[in-house]
């Protein structure tokens, strides 16, 4: 089992960057693929990112393609989703995610196994 909490949320206007940062804690973390995730007040949560654990393999979603970069540091159990070109649809709560299919970048939410509690990122016009 593994636990994670996520830092780095806050406000900043459109245009802006963030980093965010998941730390894991409990298991092995280098046995899990990792994902981020957002959800905006009444919609349902999407797919922003993804990171597999062996060759750091990665997938994202149209809509953050070329402005938001996911990376890992096994040996610092981190990992992050580094946000540039903040736009005010980017405006949602963010949770990581790891899942044990140690190949998988899925964008699925049912894939994951173990979420965190999220952290607020809000952009402003």
């Known amino acids: 089992q593994v636990q994670l909490a996520e830092s780095g949320g806050g406000l900043v206007q459109a245009g802006g960057s963030l980093r965010l940062s998941c730390a894991a804690s409990g298991s092995t973390f280098s046995n899990y693929a990792m994902g981020w995730f957002r959800q905006a007040p009444g919609k349902e949560r999407e797919f922003v990112a993804a990171i597999s654990t062996p060759g750091g393999i990665t997938n994202y979603a149209d809509s953050v393609k070329g402005r938001f970069t996911i990376s890992r540091d096994n040996a610092k159990r981190l990992v992050y989703l580094q946000m540039n070109s903040l736009k005010p649809e980017d405006t949602a709560v963010y949770y990581c995610?790891?899942?044990?299919?140690?190949?998988?970048?899925?964008?699925?939410?049912?894939?994951?196994?173990?979420w965190g509690q999220g952290t607020q990122v809000t952009v402003s016009s």
């Open positions: 995610a790891a899942d044990r299919q140690l190949w998988s970048i899925s964008s699925l939410t049912s894939a994951y196994d173990y």
